[in-house]
């Protein structure tokens, strides 16, 4: 979350001069990974949820939490210029229900659900079905990317060509990568070294392109970090109080960033993309990264003593 944030601050408010250097195009790599490692997080934990014995619990809190989820996706890119006039055509939906990251991981997460809950006492483990459809995603996303089916809601999370950003395809890919290893417990030494092996090896195999290596290139990426993490486990519970609570209220964290970058009109009306712009040094593009954090920071805090008030943590 905390690198989120960090991305979206340098992305939208670094010189436009900066971001084209050869070292903060380097830079756009790793700032791509904040993304995959959302969904394969998500993904852990479900996978996790899923190997658990005993009675199953009632799915219905966590199918409510992610349905939240979808609708604050929905909320945070809301075509209030369309709403304001009244006007409800084709390119105002398609505003409203392109897929961004929390439209496509709650979706990724209530599939899911979905498949573990089906083949919960069937023959066939879940992780296999999920692995099945991790690979499906991925090697049918260039298929996916040329498909227009006519319906605003199928192409806003089967295509970017309806504007969404991040798809189902392969996003829902990263997913089920973190529900399979979440089956099998927390990531080892073993799973590091597939990983190197993607993140190292597959790019320099001759005539590899495209989304695949896209997905596996990163993928190992993530594999790393998460093993890297898992590994200081014991470490965690005396990490900063402010990093946990960013874990803890990341839907808060996410929200309120992207709101106070994009939407709020703290600028004689205008949002602070648009009255800043891409032209700030590093120095103060830091800075405004401090700033957001600390007041989504300050926003989930509150929003978690509301819950501790109400006998919810």
Known sequence: MVGMVWTHAANTFLD????????????????GLVAPMFFWVAGFMRGLASARTGPAKSAWPTVKRLLIIWAVGLMIHMPWDCVGKGEFG??????????????????SCLILLGIERLMAGRAIKAWVVVLGAGLAAVLASGTMEKLHTGFIL???????TSGSLFPLFPWFGFACAGFVTGNFGSPSWRTAAVGALMAFGLPWIPGESGIFLFFLERLGWVVMTATAIAS????????????MLAGRESLWVYVVHLQ??????????RSMDRAIGAT???????????GLLMASLSIAWLNEQRKRRRGKV
């Open 16 to 31: 436009t001069a900066l971001q084209a250097t050869p070292g903060f195009r380097t830079l756009t790599f790793y700032h």
């Open 90 to 107: 084709p390119s105002c939906w398609r505003t409203l229900l392109q897929s961004d990251v929390l439209n496509c991981l709650s979706i």
């Open 154 to 160: 199928t192409d806003a999370y089967f295509t970017k």
């Open 232 to 243: 200081l486990n014991d470490r965690l519970a005396r990490a900063p109080r402010w990093l």
């Open 260 to 269: 106070l970058i994009y939407a709020v009109p703290i600028f004689a009306g």
């Open 280 to 290: 700030q040094p590093a120095g103060l593009v830091a800075l405004i990264f401090v």
